[in-house]
Each structure stands twice: as C-alpha cells, then as structure tokens.
C-alpha cells in the first residue's frame, strides 16, 4: 500500500462506486473458489465483500478469521454481494495477525455452543453479528430513555452505590467491609432519588444495582442497570403510569429510528402499545380465577405463571402486549410505598407486566416524615440508619412517585431471548464472576 488513504466504512462503500477506497476491520470469513478468493470484512457498520488476487491472498496464510486487516481498492457494484457492491483489484495490509483458532465460529448463521461455552467466552462471543446487534440496539433504548425524559425537564442523577444501609431492607444484599465498618452495595438508587426530588422535582439515573439473591433463573442476575425515574409534585400514581408508558414507546422509537437494520436483522416483533389496562392484584387474582380455574387470593404476590396468565388475558382482551397490576398488599410492597387513603391495607403501587413478565415495578411514595418513620418502626428497622433519608421529608417534599425498569430484561422481551444472560454483556449470578 502507498500512502494510507482515509477509512470508509462498509456502510458507506455504495457512495463510492468507481472510487479506489481503504477499508479496515476483521476478516469475518474467507471463501475460497478456484482463482477467486472472497474476503468478508467486518466492521461496526457491518461487512463488505472483498476479491482478493491470489498473490494477496497469499498473506493471509497461516492467520485465522478475526484476524484484523485493511484493504485498499476499487469499489464496484455486485447486487449479489452486501450493500450491492464489493472491492476489487485489492491490496491487503495485516494490522494484527491472529494464529490461535477461536473458540467456536462466528461466521455461521446460528451460533452453536451452549449459553455456558459462549459466556465463558464472551469476549470474542459478542463480536457475533447478532449479538452486536442486540447490544447496539440496546445502546439506542438508553439513549430514548435519557431522550424522552431530559426533553421533559428531568435532571439526570448519580448516586452512590455503596451504602450504610440497605435500601429496601431484607437480607438481599452484599454486605462488604468498608474500613473497618459494615457496607452494602446498593440495591437500588431508591432513597437517593426521593431525596432528590427535593432538590429537582423530576430525576432519572441510568445505573448498576445488586441483589443478593441466591437463585438461578432465566429472569434473575445480581447485578443489572437499572432505569430509575422518579417526579414530584404528582396528582397521583396514574401520572406516573401514564408517563412510564410514554417513555417505553419512545425507547422503542428509538430503537427502530436508530438502527432499523438491526431491528429487522433480529426479527423483532415490535410491541403493541394501545389502551394499556390497568388492574388491582384482586382484580388479577379474579382473571386468573375466572380463566383458568386457579385460586389466587391467599398469595401476596403474582407468581410468574399468573404473570404469564395476565399477559395473555391483555393481548387477547384489550390487543396490547402490556398490562399494568395495582393495589399490591401494604404488608408485602417497600416501607415507603403509600397507602391507598380508601382502602391502607393496599398500596398505591403498580408492577407493569410485558409480554407475560414483570418489567417495572414503581408507585406512589410516602412525602410526610412522620409516616415515614412510622412506618420504619412498624417493621422493625432501624430509623436511625435512614437519618439523611428522613431529613429531606421533615424538610418539605410534594408528592410524589417513580418507578425502575430492569434494562436487561426490557431487551429480553424485545429481542425474544430466552434468558437474561444473553441481553447481559457480561451476567452476573450465583455462578459467574468473569470474565
């Protein structure tokens, strides 16, 4: 090669039609027939088909695919090729060589080895096409989320992640030495953005939070990014609902609007939003019932075959892939989720059930000090290790309610996956700590 020229991406090659053009990026595949050597390049804009000259080629021996590589040539049209073009007459430089075989192919159109073998190997593993996709589209519902809400005044916040004290309670929680002093990775930002309220009404933060649950299942991680949002001066939590609806059809605006080729690539069935019903767990329990012959009533919560139950009565009765359940019992929902004022053994929170799984959980909270703190008593925890948290209530605040969405589990449903792993760049659970 003479003087390096610019790079163009792969994306960008069928504007340069006739034009001599550099390329880099990895050998994704190589296909060799008779005197005619393809090279599929890859590159974060996808890949480009490459004619290479036996004498090029020739540098290529000995190397394995993922081997990084550029490419300076002419760029031709080719309808049978991606993008309808492909390089020919083409001089190829090796950037950096690979010699050790993969650990399993990437260049196949279904990924063979078991979830366990490509997590062990996940950092080769998600330079699958596929799997970059569906992190990138990732990627774009983050940026609708902080889109939606930072164009609706929303301040975004970050919090601290360890803690004195454990947020909600409970012995979930990683417990860990801090100079001498017990601390706790924070299970949620909860306490930190009702205080914050006080400061700027509306706030969000985009961040990791830790459960220390010792289960494994295709729903669960202990450690996931969560998407919290939460809004003073409310009339109620159907403000906050009607919000949390809006907000999840941006993200998914979003994704299709940033990377559309993605979205078709993984077949994506996109949701359907409509007149989203909203239910009390009574009212739940009594569609269970009612449907399926199940007696629900003496469960405090929703088990996820229920959870299955109700998504399918929302599709089938109301055409939406969402359905929200409210009024959850007092006795089972977080200390600072307020009582309905009509009926204090049920709380004025909501879980959001998507496509037959619980995505977000939220409510209205508690804005007076004093039920606050008794509430704390009631269930025997600590008042003093909360004093920063209380401070901010005895000290004014409007109110107010939020919610949090489990970001790896949102992409889940939307992708089809069957477990979390998949939409987790590198999970976190009971068993796995690397890489």
């Known amino acids: 090669m003479t003087q390096q020229s610019e790079r163009v991406l792969n994306a960008d090659l069928p504007g340069h039609v006739g034009k001599c053009v550099r390329v880099e990026g990895w050998v994704h595949a190589i296909r060799k027939f008779g005197a005619v050597n393809f090279l599929i390049l890859r590159d974060r804009s996808g890949q480009a088909q490459v004619i290479l000259e036996p004498g090029q080629m020739e540098r290529l021996d000995g190397l394995q695919v993922e081997t990084v590589v550029a490419v300076e040539g002419t760029v031709e049209e080719e309808e049978r090729a991606a993008n309808g073009v492909e390089i020919r007459d083409a001089s190829l430089e090796v950037i950096s060589p690979v010699t050790d075989v993969l650990p399993f192919e990437l260049n196949k159109r279904v990924l063979k080895p078991s979830l366990d073998v490509f997590l062990n190997n996940a950092t080769v593993g998600l330079r699958y096409p596929a799997r970059a996709a569906t992190f990138r589209l990732y990627s774009d519902l983050l940026f609708g989320f902080r889109d939606y809400l930072l164009g609706r005044d929303f301040t975004e916040i970050h919090t601290p992640k360890l803690v004195g004290e454990a947020t909600e309670g409970g012995a979930n929680v990683f417990q860990l030495d801090y100079f001498g002093k017990p601390a706790y990775l924070a299970q949620s930002p909860q306490l930190y953005k009702q205080i914050m309220v006080g400061v700027f009404e509306r706030v969000f933060e985009i961040g990791p939070a830790f459960r220390a649950e010792p289960h494994y299942t295709v729903r669960h991680i202990n450690e996931y990014t969560s998407l919290d949002v939460e809004m003073g001066f409310i009339t109620g939590p159907e403000e906050v609902m009607g919000l949390l609806i809006a907000l999840l059809e941006q993200m998914v605006q979003a994704m299709v609007g940033r990377h559309p080729r993605d979205v078709e690539a993984l077949g994506i069935e996109l949701p359907t939003f409509g007149e989203v019903p909203r239910i009390t767990f009574r009212e739940a329990q009594q569609i269970i019932l009612d449907r399926h012959g199940e007696n629900r009533f003496e469960e405090p919560d929703l088990s996820p075959q229920d959870e ?12 939406t892939d969402f359905v929200f359940v409210t009024h959850f019992p007092t006795t089972k929902v977080a200390f600072y989720s307020k009582p309905d004022p009509g009926d ?43 004093t920063g948290y209380l401070e901010a209530f005895k000290y004014g605040m409007p109110p107010e309610g939020g919610f949090a ?14 477990n979390i792993r998949e939409t987790t760049l590198f999970p976190r659970d009971v068993n796995r700590l690397s890489p």
Do not use: K
Not at 352 to 380: C, K, T
């Open 405 to 418: 969405i489990g970001s790896e589990r949102l992409l889940m449903r939307l992708v089809g996956a069957g």
């Open 344 to 386: 204090p053994e049920y709380a004025l929170n909501f879980d959001l059930i998507f496509r037959g799984q619980e995505l977000v959980s939220g409510s209205q909270r508690i804005n007076d000090h004093d039920e606050l703190l008794a509430r704390l008593e009631a269930r025997g925890m600590n008042a003093a290790s909360f």
């Open 308 to 319: 299955r139950w109700l998504g399918e009565w929302a599709l089938e009765e109301h055409g």
